[in-house]
């Protein structure tokens, strides 16, 4: 969203670059408070069990009915592995035990970085209101054609693939 | 900085927890836009030459006169490594080979995550006003009680361990 006002004191804004800055910011033309947007973290788990992993059909828009691993927006005063552990239980139910850090992938168009852990799935609960269904799916039975986010696709094949070398390693990929 | 008005109306806010939202943001009692406030990526790189590394001296606050390595928050449309390797030649004038991702430090009471590439130092060029000296250091005599971040100081234990071992690895440690 374009900032059209200032946060501090509500007046107008007005596009420049500050001095001794590379980038136009939104300064505030009554008070001089600058304005900084930056990249948002989304931040969730690649939970499995054997050799299948676990997706949530979202009851939420967007791609309402696809299927999606639990992440969402990393919080301020959290880690990206504590916020990556609360999304999972939010959206999954899912109890797990945190593993490595598998995929990094920026989407500088969306300015958001995905950040997905392992985890193994240690027990299961209720879920959130953002998911209607939670399944564990192993690679030949999962809906990939119904699979709600290309980082999410990117992942879940990485993860097979990874997982028939018996070595699972990071992975960076930039959208 | 605690949000006052909507940058949207310019409206009051009020902090209040959305239905559905499992945590406070400041919503505009005027037009009701919510306003989300999250982490924001630190991102650089730990520029080395054989076994020397590459340090700036902090021409500004915060830490003036300290030394660290490059980096600095990432921008909107960027990816990470875009941002470190930006952020590396503004800051050290550096030219380099990006590596593999070599640190991830959460910082969750300063709402930020740092993320650092090594990069092999390929050529040198003039460095920008944040820095007054750029110096390849080794591991005995770089000024290690001299060093502004304690998340770069970690970065570079690491570093100089990998280095011994022979092999370098992803850390990650929250703070």
Redesign the interface.
Known sequence: ?E?????????SVSLATPI?D??PRHICVQCG?V???????VTGCLVYQGDKVLLCKRAIEPRLGMWTVPAG??????????AAKRETM?ESGAIVAMQ??FL?A?L??A?Q?Y?LYLAELKDTGPHG?ETSEVTLFGKDDLPWEEVGFYTVKYGLMRFFEDLDKGKFS?H?I?F
Chains 1, 2 share one sequence.
């Open positions: 969203m900032i059209k006002y200032c946060n501090q004191c509500g007046g001794g590379s980038h408070y304005h900084y947007q930056n990249p948002k973290v927006f990393m919080e301020n005063g959290e880690s990206t592995r504590d939010e490595d850090l990094v920026n500088p168009h300015n970085v950040m209101p990071l960076e930039d």
